[in-house]
């Protein structure tokens, strides 16, 4: 992978620096401060999700000492990717791009454990191809990815992690909490890092809020808009919008996710911005069909081949740019992208560039067809305006900043 542009390295250097994850003089982001400043003397022990929650926000656990969990997962924007920053870039420099935008870390209390049912399909699991069984198994890879945090090792030699770790100021209040433990044993301690980051995901209630105009509507507390009622209507009819196909409307078990956790190829463009940056962009990322998950042997393994898991849409508004590759910058084009991917293919692969371009032609026949992408029912302006208008009321009551969506 080559480095970034110039230009781009400055512009993502200026966009890091105004982010809560960045660090100043002190050594300690504005996000860590704020959590330092209203908790006790360094002395007194931290509960679990105050552990996992200092370690989220410290940037000082990466090479540049600049990127933290919450750089890429941002508070202000549902825990997901900050808008119009394209793919995250990290790295030592903050010069290294990524190839997977950043999904959102809240809701993920819903999320099933990985499985094949009889058919074969695929569900649950954590990240966008379900390699990880639980929180605590996704948390130990961005330490050590080039493209992230980029420390030196792996989570089989987490030594610099580690040290970064015993040499933080809060590092007394994890001991305090984790008193029973050796924490001096690398292999205890790294363990204690990924369960104190699961634990915050789980129970801090900010990832967890189900506040949203649509929740507060659920219970009576608000009604609708008629142009949202118009929506959620498009939205839930299968011969329309056929939305809830894959993002489920309506849960027995506990308020709906807006995803049902399947798998699928949906056949989304190149990232235009990747191809000028990555170095090889036949190097495509294949999703589930090398997440090192177990899967039937051989060829029937290709099935899998370009599918990656249905993301919540609960503050999709927020959560921009969208799909795994972060192709689509927009809400408004993420939607239209599934009524004209085969109706009108030159507007998102470009005039006289083939279908689905980030997928080798080998596996094209594993992207979904049917409504909404056969272009059976096509939205008027009004259909789309009434789309949006409901998938906004899916964001989070501390979900505030307006944001630009017009389409490019």
């Known amino acids: 992978m080559k480095t970034m542009p110039a230009i781009w390295s400055g512009v993502m250097a200026t966009v890091l620096t105004g982010l809560t994850a960045c660090a100043l003089d002190s050594g300690i982001s504005p996000a860590l401060q704020s959590v330092k400043a209203s908790q006790a003397p360094v002395e007194e022990p931290l509960d679990e ?66 499985r094949l049912d009889t058919q074969g399909n ?20 961005p330490f050590f990815e080039h493209a992230e945090m980029a420390l030196e090792g792996s989570p089989e030699k987490p030594q610099a992690l580690l040290k970064l770790v015993r040499s933080a100021d809060y590092y007394p209040k994890i001991k305090a909490w984790y008193s029973a433990d050796d924490l001096n044993k690398d292999g205890v301690l790294f363990q204690r890092v990924l369960q104190a980051l699961a634990v915050y995901q789980r129970d801090d209630d900010d990832y967890n809020l189900f506040d949203s105009r649509f929740d507060q509507a659920l219970t009576g507390v608000v009604s609708l808009t008629p142009l949202e009622k118009r929506g959620l209507a498009i939205f839930n009819n299968p011969d329309q919008g056929n939305c809830m196909a894959c993002h489920t409307s309506q849960s027995a078990e506990h308020k709906p996710a807006f995803t049902d956790f399947g798998f699928r190829a949906l056949g989304v463009p190149m990232n235009a911005m990747a191809s000028n940056v990555l170095s090889d962009v036949t ?91 056969d272009g059976s029912w096509q939205p008027t302006g009004e259909d789309m305006g009434a789309m949006l208008a409901f998938l906004k009321t899916l964001n989070d009551a501390d979900q505030k900043q307006p944001l630009h969506t017009a389409v490019r």
């Open 49 to 114: 999700v105050l552990v996992g929650e200092f370690l989220f926000k410290d940037p000082r656990l990466s090479a540049s000492g600049q990127m933290a969990c919450v750089t890429c997962h941002a508070e202000e924007f549902g825990h997901a990717d900050i808008p119009g920053t394209f793919l995250p870039v990290g790295g030592a420099a903050l010069n290294q791009m990524g190839k997977r935008s950043s999904p959102t870390v809240r809701y993920l209390n819903t999320n099933p454990p990985f």
């Open 283 to 373: 190097d495509h990322d294949l999703g589930l069909c090398r997440s090192g998950r177990k899967l039937p042997s051989g060829t029937a393994a290709d099935r899998y081949c370009g599918q990656f898991k249905t993301p919540t849409l609960r503050n999709v508004e927020r959560s921009a740019p969208y799909f795994h590759n972060g192709a689509l910058v927009t809400l408004e084009e993420a939607v239209w992208f599934h009524f004209t991917r085969d109706t009108d293919p030159a507007r998102w692969y470009g005039a006289g560039s083939p279908r689905y371009n980030d997928l080798p032609a080998k596996f094209h026949a594993n992207v979904v067809q049917g409504k909404p992408f």
């Open 122 to 141: 695929a569900w649950g699991g954590f990240t966008w191809d379900g390699r990880a069984d639980s929180r605590h198994d996704q948390a130990k890879d």
